[in-house]
């Protein structure tokens, strides 16, 4: 069980917008900023978001994240085929020794 | 380009040992901390370990302390995770990871991420 709750999936159709919610608490979340990876089979993860809402260069502004209290959401607009793919919120617990903790991660499907 | 290259996987019994390796370039090794995520079959990434840029200081996921332990050689570009007194748990995908910042979080306000991603190892655990 992750320490950070996420659904199991979403779908949207193509050109339809996607959001993930990550949902933490005062210990994770609430004190420390959050990073988004998206996740395709077989490939590497690949970070998407960090600081909560800042975008690695070549990330289209097509994703977007933001953050409220102990909860973040990762929003997708203008769903593409290859946005298909796991994605999985991160960030660190003060309750842990240097820890990093995950979601479970959310398949997002394109219908 | 940054490349982080893992290995030293494979199939394990039940209580014996693995030591998976990872060597990098594209970047200054020495500058940034470095960890290991792994994933199960079929579910998600959990934090295994943790190094600060020096090595001297370390961090380890719960399900892991005491049995595992991580080491880098920054002469050689190279971080490694020595595994002992293995279980089927431990059955996953390993990937090499390198931190954005050069310490591991410690208290709050950490704005360290993971931007940079090998391939993955795969452990398989079981007799």
Redesign the interface.
């Given at each position: 069980q992750s320490v950070l709750t996420q659904p199991p999936s979403v779908s949207a159709a193509p050109g339809q917008k996607v959001t993930i919610s990550c949902s933490g608490s005062t210990s994770n979340i609430g004190n420390n900023y959050v990073s988004w990876y998206q996740h395709l089979p077989g490939s590497a993860p690949k970070v998407i978001i960090f600081d909560n809402d800042k975008r690695p260069s070549g990330i289209p502004d097509r994703f977007s994240g933001s953050k409220s209290g102990t909860s973040a959401t990762l929003a997708i607009i203008g769903l593409q085929a290859g946005d298909e793919a796991d994605y999985y919120c991160a960030t660190w617990d003060g309750s842990l020794s240097a820890g990093g903790v995950f979601g479970g991660g959310t398949k997002v499907t394109v219908l | 380009e940054v490349q982080l290259v893992d290995s030293g996987g494979g199939s394990v019994q039940p209580g014996r040992s693995l030591r998976l390796s990872c060597v990098v370039s594209g970047f200054t090794f020495d500058d940034y901390a470095m960890?290991w995520?792994r994933q199960p079959p079929g579910?998600?990434?959990?934090?295994v370990s943790?190094v600060t840029w020096s090595g001297r200081?370390?961090?380890?996921?719960?399900s892991v302390k005491g049995r595992f332990t991580i080491s880098r050689d920054n002469t050689k570009n190279s971080l490694s995770l020595q595994m002992t007194n293995l279980s089927p748990e431990d059955t996953a995908v390993y990937?090499c990871v390198k931190d954005?910042y050069s310490g591991?979080?410690?208290?709050?306000?950490?704005?360290?991420?993971?931007?940079s991603?090998?391939?993955?190892t795969l452990v398989a655990v079981s007799s």
């Open positions: - | 960890h995520v579910r998600g990434l959990e934090w943790g200081g370390v961090g380890y996921a719960d990937f954005s591991l979080c410690t208290g709050p306000g950490c704005r360290a991420h993971f931007d991603w090998g391939l993955g």
